[in-house]
């Protein structure tokens, strides 16, 4: 038996790993980091940014290439929310895999490192809820609206 998957089902199933990636972040803030549980925050903050990175590479990287050979950047007023979502989820993510690699080096929560990242953690996560609800309004956009 043949898997054939069309762009909608691949954009669901984007969906739903771009909803558990912001759902890992939010409890390893929650449940990892404020109850000062690091071990914990780390693998659910790397685990989120690998399922990101992964969604990055095999479907927004490509789907965005299509999208910019039909002519996407031809309509930049018509097309402001794929735009947003684009640029902002891709500083979350260069972000978030700067402050993953830099405790992935340093070994142990050196207090003065903690200090320093903690301010860009918090731009990160807003940043990541950012490119995620417009995800929502481009998935919205491109598969229900039609």
Known sequence: ???????????????????????????????GAKRQKFKLHHVVVYSAVVIQLLLVIFWMFPRLLWLISFGILGDLIGNWYIIVHEIVGFLALGIGLVISVIFLIKPGMPPALVKKTRRWMWVVLILWIIAFLFGIVNFYAGYLAG
Do not use: E, P
Not at 6 to 23: E, G, K, M, N, R
């Open 1 to 31: 038996m043949q898997l054939v998957l069309t762009t909608f089902d691949i954009a669901i199933i984007s969906l739903i790993a771009a909803t558990v990636t912001i759902l890992l972040l939010l409890f390893g803030m929650s449940r």
